[in-house]
């Protein structure tokens, strides 16, 4: 399955679609229910976020969830978190 998936070249793409399936798990319950994953183009995920105050709050923690969901897809698939 694996051969598969890299002869046909869309293993980036199902490791892109784990990042926004994970983002949940990663952030919590909490920041979960102020946050939606828009989209995740070429290493930058973009989130939109219900209010400034935690747009702000998620700036001190971006390279933590950056590290955090790399990890969990095991490799590194997001380089830069876009808060909209």
Avoid: H, Y
């Avoid at 070429?42 to 969830?65: A, D, Y």
Wanted: charged fraction near 35%; glycine fraction near 6%; hydrophobic fraction near 40%.
């Amino acid at each position: 399955m694996r051969e598969l998936i890299s002869d046909l070249g869309i293993e980036k793409r199902l490791a892109e679609t784990r990042v926004c399936q994970i983002w949940k798990e990663v952030v919590g319950e909490g920041l979960s229910r102020e946050t939606a994953v828009v989209s995740i183009k070429r290493g930058r995920l973009f989130v939109k976020v219900r209010t400034p105050s935690w747009r702000n709050e998620l700036t001190f923690l971006r390279s933590q969830i950056i590290s955090k969901l790399n990890r969990r897809v095991g490799k590194k698939v997001v380089r830069e978190i876009v808060f909209l």
